[in-house]
């Protein structure tokens, strides 16, 4: 089954602790994406990658950090920097425009 | 102004009623439009693309007006299962892929 999965579905964090939000994908795209969504509103560009070894900061990048060691995964990094973390948290990839949401991670940090 | 924005609704209506949604986007350089679906905490799923001709998928009709900045969605014969948030999504000009997600507009289709 081609697509792209996130993992865990929900976490949950203490103030001040580093989390890893896992995205992986099979779809052979170059591209992928990190965005944010709160309650209520659009989704927010954190990051993306448009190839291997590389990767820019989106709008809201503050506080965050990535990697793209391999095509098929994209890991985020939530700092301890990050005022306000909790958020529903979903990657994607894509080929040209068109974009593909993995299932999402809903991320409560108390 | 929001580069994409959106009523939010919602917008509740019977089964089997017509419903339309607009969306307008301030920059005009843009050149590639959509219309997601996302269900409630749930990740969004692309509904379809909007060309400048105006296509149909179903009962589903986007249409772009380039003059005027917006893009519509036409839901015909409306279902229970289209209840959901509908985002219109345009591609930042002049930034490669990316792409700029309104806010959403959320349906509620009633029994």
């Known amino acids: 089954d081609g697509g792209i999965t996130q993992s865990p579905k929900y976490l949950f964090r203490k103030e001040g602790q580093n989390v890893t939000l896992s995205c992986e994908q099979n779809l052979n795209h170059d591209a992928m994406y990190w965005y944010r969504q709160d309650p209520g509103q659009g989704l927010r560009l954190i990051y993306y990658?448009?190839?291997?070894?590389?990767?820019q900061k989106g709008d809201i990048a503050e506080g965050y950090s990535v990697s793209r060691e391999k095509k098929e995964s994209f890991p985020l990094t939530v700092t301890s920097a990050q005022k306000n973390p909790t958020a529903f948290y979903l990657c994607?990839?894509?080929?040209?425009?068109?974009?593909?949401f993995g299932p999402g991670t809903r991320l409560t940090v108390t | 102004r929001k580069e994409v924005e959106q009523d939010p609704g919602p917008f509740n209506v019977p089964e089997g009623a017509t419903v339309a949604f607009n969306c307008t986007y301030s920059n005009s350089a843009s050149q590639s439009f959509f219309w997601y679906r996302q269900d409630c905490r749930k990740e969004p799923k692309l509904l379809m693309s909007v060309y400048s001709s105006g296509n149909e998928d179903g009962r589903f009709t986007a249409q772009l007006n380039r003059a005027s900045q917006y893009i519509s969605l036409l839901i015909r014969d409306s279902k229970l299962s289209d209840s959901a948030t509908y985002l219109c999504?345009?591609?930042?000009?002049?930034?490669?892929?990316?792409?700029?997600f309104g806010g959403g507009t959320r349906l509620m289709v009633k029994p």
């Open positions: 990658s448009q190839i291997v070894n590389d990767f």
């Open positions: 994607a990839s894509g080929y040209l425009y068109e974009q593909y």
């Open positions: 999504v345009v591609n930042k000009a002049n930034a490669g892929n990316m792409l700029t």
